[in-house]
């Protein structure tokens, strides 16, 4: 589902509303990322527009050097491991040994410790 959402933001980048967007991403993900407050949107979004007129127009609107070029690919880091964080804060405990223990304790509840039957190591069980 997550790889789904990222995937249809990526296609749809150059279509629709960015907010709109990272709205739909969010609901499904559910990471926190506030929207309006983003610190990278407005700069998403002047990219954005700059893209376009260059693809749809093929006209630069602005002067590109490498400066500005290097200025994108850190905007686009900064973006990536803002949702990393948010993704790691969030979901950071939901590991394979997490997994299995709470799916062994849905199964046999409290009758049959788990602690009892297996010991968890770093690694495997």
């Not at 990272?22 to 559910?30: D, F, P, R, S, W």
């Not at 969030?90 to 062994?104: A, D, G, M, V």
């Not at 410790?113 to 297996?118: G, I, L, N, V």
Request: glycine share 4%; charged share 30%; with cysteine.
């Amino acid at each position: 589902m997550v790889e789904i959402a990222a995937t249809a933001f990526a296609r749809n980048f150059a279509y629709g509303k960015i907010e709109e967007l990272l709205k739909q991403y969010n609901n499904i993900v559910k990471i926190g990322l506030n929207i309006t407050t983003c610190d990278f949107l407005e700069e998403l979004k002047q990219y954005k527009d700059e893209r376009n007129i260059l693809v749809h127009n093929g006209i630069l609107p602005v002067e590109i050097n490498k400066d500005k070029i290097l200025n994108k690919i850190e905007l686009i880091e900064g973006i990536i491991e803002t949702i990393k964080f948010k993704f790691k804060s969030k979901y950071s405990i939901f590991t394979k040994e997490h997994l299995i223990k709470e799916s062994w304790i849905y199964v046999f509840g409290e009758a049959l410790p788990f602690e009892c039957c297996f010991k968890l190591a770093k690694d495997h069980i």
